[in-house]
C-alpha cells in the first residue's frame, strides 16, 4: 500500500495517529467519568506536605469524585482541573466578607476568581464567609448578606447569574432546637438574620449550607438536617435546599479525644456513602437525596487546635487511604531524577507516544 500511494501514506498516517490519539483521550476521559460517585469532598490546604494540585486532579478523577469545595478559589487548583468535568464550589473568606459589601470589590473577585475559569472549569457556586455566627463579630454577621448581594450583583452584571449560585456555610451551633426534628428551630439571636438570608436565597435559587461534625456530639444523626429544614419552613420557605457543606469523623486525636479512630471514622463514612448511595432524603423531603462534601481530603499537618483537627482526611498525602470505604484512587509518582519535581501521571502518553513515533516512521527518543 506505502508503495502504491507513495508520499501520501506518511500525512495519512499521521492524520490516523493524530485520531487515534484523541480517541484514546476521550476514552480516558469517559472512563474517569463513567460512574462518578454522588459524594463531594472538602478540599482543605493548610499543609505542607499534600501533593500539588495536577497530581490531586489524578487522585480525585481516579476516584470518581465529581464535587469539589474550596475554602479559597486558588487558581492552581482550578487551572489543574481544567476540562475534566470536576464541579467546584469556590470560597471567600471570613477576612474578606466585609470588603464584598462594596460592589466594585466584589464584581472585581468574580472577574479576576471566576470569570476566567468558566466555562473549563466547572464552577457552580461562590460561598461567601464560612460559619459566621458562630463568633461574636456583629460587624461581620451584619456585612453577610449584602456581600452575598454584591457577589450575586456582579454575577448577573457579568453574565453568569443562573450558571454559578452564591450561598454561606453554616455550623450546626445556628440551631436553637434540634429535637424532635420536626420542631427544628434557629437560635432566637439568629433568627433575625436568618430570616432575609433565607429570602436572598430562595430569590437566587441557592441552596442552604450547614456542615454537621456528629462527632462532637459523638452521635451521627441524620435528623440534623431535618431540624433545619424544619427551621427554614417555620420561616415561611419551602423552595430551599439543604446541602451539607462539610461531614467527617477523625481518623485520630489526643488522648482525651475519645473515639476519633480510624474504625470509627471508617464506619462513619462507610455509612454515610452507603445513605448516599441508597439516595435517601429526609422525612419532610423523601424523594430528595442530599447533596453531601466529606471533609476533608487530606490530613492537614498545619492546622491549629486540637490532634483531631489535623486528622480528619481520607487520604494520607502519599495518596493511600486513611481506612478503607471503598474509595481507592491513583495518585501519580513524582520524577525526581532531573533534580526537579516533575509529575509523570501515567505510563500510557508515554508508551503512546512511542508507538506512535514507530508506527508513522519515525525513531523513538530514550
Known sequence: MAERFGTLWLPFRFVLVVVLLVLMTVADRAVLRAEATPIGINYGQIADNIPSPARVSWLLRSTQVSKVKLYDADPSVLSAFLDTGVEFVVGIGNENVSAMVDPAAARAWVQRHVQPYLPGTRITCITVGNEVFKGNDTALKASLLPAMQSVYGALAALGLQGRVNVTTAHSLDIMGTSFP???????????????????????????????????????????????????????????????????????????????????????????????????????????????????????????????????????YPDGTPVYNVGLQGYLPPMDYSRGTRKMRPDKKPRIAFVLCRRFIGLPSSS
Not at 436568618?194 to 456542615?211: D, E, K, R, Y
Not at 422525612?283 to 487546635?305: H, M, T, W
Request: hydrophobic letters at 40%; proline letters at 10%.
Open 181 to 315: 426534628p420536626s420542631a427544628g428551630a434557629f437560635r432566637a439571636d439568629v433568627a433575625p438574620y436568618m430570616q432575609p438570608i433565607l429570602g436572598f436565597l430562595s430569590t437566587a435559587g441557592s441552596p442552604f449550607l450547614i456542615n454537621c461534625y456528629p462527632y462532637f456530639a459523638y452521635k451521627a444523626d441524620p435528623g440534623n438536617v431535618y431540624a433545619v429544614y424544619a427551621a427554614i419552613q417555620a420561616l415561611g420557605h419551602a423552595d430551599i435546599d439543604v446541602k451539607i457543606s462539610e461531614t467527617g469523623w477523625p481518623s485520630r486525636g489526643d488522648p482525651d479525644e475519645a473515639g476519633a479512630t480510624p474504625e470509627y471514622a471508617g464506619t462513619y463514612i462507610g455509612n454515610l456513602l452507603r445513605r448516599i448511595e441508597m439516595k435517601q432524603g429526609t422525612p419532610l423531603r423523601p424523594s430528595a437525596p442530599i447533596d453531601v462534601y466529606v471533609f476533608a481530603l487530606f490530613n492537614e499537618n498545619l492546622k491549629p487546635g486540637p490532634a483531631s483537627e489535623r486528622n480528619y482526611g481520607l487520604f
